[in-house]
Structures are given as C-alpha cells and as structure tokens.
C-alpha cells in the first residue's frame, strides 16, 4: 500500500527549497513531492495553477499543503484537478488578499520596487521577526538569482486574489494555520477564511516562516494529527 502523497507548494521564491526542514520531519510517515514555479512568464495563480496540475496525481490519494503565497495556488489546485486532494493545508496564507480593496489599487505600482535594493536584515526583520539569522541568509541568497520582475509579478498576484468562493465550495478538511506574531501579514489583517465546520483554524506563536521556524514542533502537533483523523 502506497504512504499518503504531500504535495507541497511554496512561497513567494517558487523553488521549494526551503522546504528541507518540514520535509525531514515528515519523510518517515509520508511520501513528499515538492513543487516549483515557472521563473518567468505570466505569474498569476491560473497560470501557475493550469502549469501544476499535471503535477497532480490521478490514481492515488494526496495532500496539498500550501504555504504563504502558495496558499491561494493551493485553493485554486484543489478546485480545478481532476481529482481533488483528501484534505488541504494552509500556512501561514490567506483565501484572499489580506489587503482588500487597497491591496488592489496599489497593485500596478508593485513593478516601481524593483528599483528598491533587498536587503538580508529586511528578510530577518520581516519573516523571523529578528531571528533566524541562517534561514534568513539563505533565503537572502536564493533570492538574489531570481528574477525581482517575477517576484513582484507574484505580489501583484497575492494583492489581487480572491479564492474565498474556491474554498468555501470545498468539502474537504482544510487546516489553516495561522502566525500570529507575523510582521509580513499581520494578524490584524483578514484571512478571508469562510466559517465551516470543514475548516479549521489554528494560531501559532510564530512568525511568518511557520515551516522553516518550528517544522518539527508542526509536524508533529498540527500536521500529523491532522492527516491522521477522519
């Protein structure tokens, strides 16, 4: 009998290789595949999500598990594969833009910010929240071979998506996991996660980069339980 399948989509870089951690936590329970994103080109959700799909297995069961701006791809995965994934986890994301309405009007001006340098103390202040020197380092250095249009092209996204009609007409179990000390995406800011009793929302004392700060404590208190119940 096969282990479950985790297919996990990342955030805003695409690459996937921030992932080592929760992979090694999990690898002795499931079978893990990790995708990435096209680096160039359109960088909407649709897109990226009609480029996925045949990532997607169709004789087998499986997990999505989307972290931040992978989230809403996830969303949109679950609703438009062939066959549907057994249940759906969210970290650190969001169904819609936590920025509504404002998000959407400052949305064309995104592409100006390529002009503005990216430094390794802004990545640590904003997604570890001042710690994780390491992780911040090296997200600081994967990032610098991506293209800054890409990137950006995948803010615009975030800042203009709605996946709140998506997730709500899905039946399976989703678990949302929630950080609630994150600077990037306050708490303050909507979620846009509809009230369902297939929904479950979770906080967590972290910063943003749940996956990279705590992946073992996740693993083994959020996320295996939950793959695990009814």
Known sequence: ???????????????????????????????????????????????????????????????????????????????????????????????????????????????????????????????????HGQWAAQIFEQTRFIDRRTLLARVQSVLRCDMRAALAALSIPVLCLNATQDRLLPLCLPRHYPLQNNIRIVDLPLPHMIFQCASDTIAKNQIIPFLMSA
Not at 51 to 78: C, K, M, N, Q
Not at 92 to 111: C, D
């Open 1 to 131: 009998m096969l282990a479950p399948l985790l297919i996990l989509l990342p955030g805003t870089d695409g690459t996937g290789v921030f992932f080592q951690g929760l992979v090694e936590a999990l690898k002795a329970f499931y079978e893990i595949k990790v995708l990435s994103y096209p680096q160039n080109g359109d960088q909407s959700y649709e897109h990226i999500g009609r480029h996925l799909l045949s990532e997607l297995p169709t004789d087998r069961d499986y997990i999505l598990v989307g972290e931040s701006f992978g989230g809403p791809l996830a969303i949109w995965l679950a609703t438009h594969a062939a066959v549907k994934p057994v249940k759906l986890i969210l970290g650190a994301t969001f169904a819609a833009s936590p920025f509504s309405r404002p998000g959407q009007w400052i949305a064309p001006l995104v592409p100006l910010a390529r002009f503005i340098p990216l430094r390794k103390w802004q990545i640590k202040f904003m997604l570890f929240n001042g710690g």
